[in-house]
Nanobody, 126 residues
């Protein structure tokens, strides 16, 4: 069973940075993609970033391009989201999902994730 545990959320001021981590266990993730999604109060959950586990291909939402960076540490089965230049609009619960069946040459998917963590709260004050 896939288990995903997010950490690293917290409170920061506008312009600040946070680094989220997602520890994954329960599978060999070579054919997986890992993502980050977020959900703000009263809004639908939205895609933020994704990375393919084997090929390292990435994808980003337009709203975070140039500010957020997704990466993974294969040896530690961990995915990171480095968030810089944060704004109050980035305030949300951030989730780390996993999607299986992603080939080495596949682009990083923005939909179709199968397993989800519990989320970590990110709050950016103005």
């Amino acid at each position: 069973q896939v288990q995903l545990v997010e950490s690293g959320g917290g409170l920061t001021q506008a312009g600040g940075s946070l680094r989220l981590s997602c520890g994954a266990s329960g599978r060999t993730f070579s054919s997986y993609a890992m993502g980050w999604f977020r959900q703000a109060p009263g809004k639908e959950r939205e895609f933020v970033a994704a990375i393919t586990w084997s090929g390292g291909r990435t994808a980003y939402a337009d709203s975070v391009k140039g500010r957020f960076t997704i990466s993974r540490d294969i040896a530690k089965n961990t995915v990171f989201l480095q968030m810089n230049s944060l704004t109050p609009e980035d305030t949300a619960v951030y989730y780390c999902p996993a999607r299986h069946g992603v080939r080495f040459s596949s682009p990083a998917p923005t939909i179709g994730y199968d397993y989800w963590g519990q989320g970590t709260q990110v709050t950016v004050s103005s």
